[in-house]
């Protein structure tokens, strides 16, 4: 009797840990993860710092064609540099490990930001990928929102073309410019979360 329940019962252990809901790294609407590190600059960042402001997560290689054609096109400097001038944290994450694509110095990496005129409130090196995978950052560029609450107002996509094209950035919607803009009239974002798309973080 034992013999022949053994494998029903082995099959009802099996269905009960496969239907357990994987825990999501980042979930919309709840608080985003906490964020301690050094930046480039060797100063403190602490994501907890921030909160009561609007605050931008990037994840950046520059080797990566889809990356420049925001940068090259100078689309992602103006979207910072209109952020900076409405007080919104920026920060641009590094999660390329040493020796893989992306990878760079903290002298290289302010470097790259002089050359691009980026205007990120800071820079972040996660040569381990701990920030990345706390965040499941999946793509360079993979963008994240988060609301003066510290909730994850928005996931995914810069935008709505998925082409390395800079010539398709103008007709494209813009989910990181449109979750900013709702926030900051008190709306609810509309879009919430979206596939990335880019270059595979290079962990």
Known sequence: MI????????IMIIMAVAIVPA???VEIGKPAPSITATDINGEEFNLADHK??????????????FVQKHYDSGNMQKIQKQAAADDITWVSI???????QGYVSAEEAKADIER????PTTQILDKNGEI???YDAKTTPHMFVIDAEGLVAYAGAIDSNSSPNPDTIESANNYVVEAIKALQAGEEVETKTTAPYGCAVKY
């Open 3 to 10: 013999a022949r329940t053994l494998p029903y019962l082995m």
């Open 116 to 119: 691009y005129g980026a205007a």
């Open 94 to 100: 590094i999660s390329s490990a040493e020796g893989k």
């Open 23 to 25: 825990k999501a790294a």
């Open 132 to 134: 990345g995978k706390t």
């Open 52 to 65: 009561g402001k609007i605050v931008v997560l990037e994840w950046f290689n520059k080797g990566c064609p």
